[in-house]
């Protein structure tokens, strides 16, 4: 949880995730998932990271394709495909909640564009927290 934190404070001031704090990130989640149910849990919570976050990979391709302009960041998606190996289903939850959050955070501020991140991180630990993480 405290890398997560780290990563949301770094890209809330550089609009960035590094490369190495997402790999540590992901390094973090699939011990978690390993420690909490074997190779099976970790092999399931990959599909399910592969899946989800490539299909995300896909439509923001698409996306900048279509519209000339980024839409999702790639730091956001590198974030996500690691917290879907700890917890997939919390993972995918948060995301959805912190897009609500993060459009309704622009709207508040008039603001076209802010970094998901820290909503995406500040929404798994209250979900974490509430036990959503097994």
């Not at 990563?7 to 390094?27: Q, S, T």
């Not at 995301?95 to 991180?121: E, I, K, S």
Request: glycine share 10%.
């Amino acid at each position: 949880m405290a890398l997560l934190v780290l990563a949301g404070v770094i890209d809330a001031r550089e609009r960035r995730l590094p490369n190495a704090l997402a790999a540590v990130l992901a390094v973090v989640a699939a011990a978690y998932a390993f420690s909490a149910g074997g190779a099976a849990v970790l092999g399931k919570n990959a599909l399910a990271a592969l899946v989800v976050c490539g299909v995300l990979v896909a439509f923001e391709l698409w996306w900048r394709a279509r519209r000339g302009a980024a839409g999702q960041g790639m730091g956001d998606l590198k974030a996500l495909a690691a917290l879907m190996l700890a917890a997939p289903w919390c993972a995918v939850a948060a995301y959805a909640a912190a897009l609500v959050d993060l459009a309704v955070a622009g709207m508040v501020l008039c603001q076209r564009a802010l970094p998901l991140l820290p909503f995406l991180a500040a929404t798994f630990v209250l979900l974490g927290a509430a036990g959503g993480l097994g």
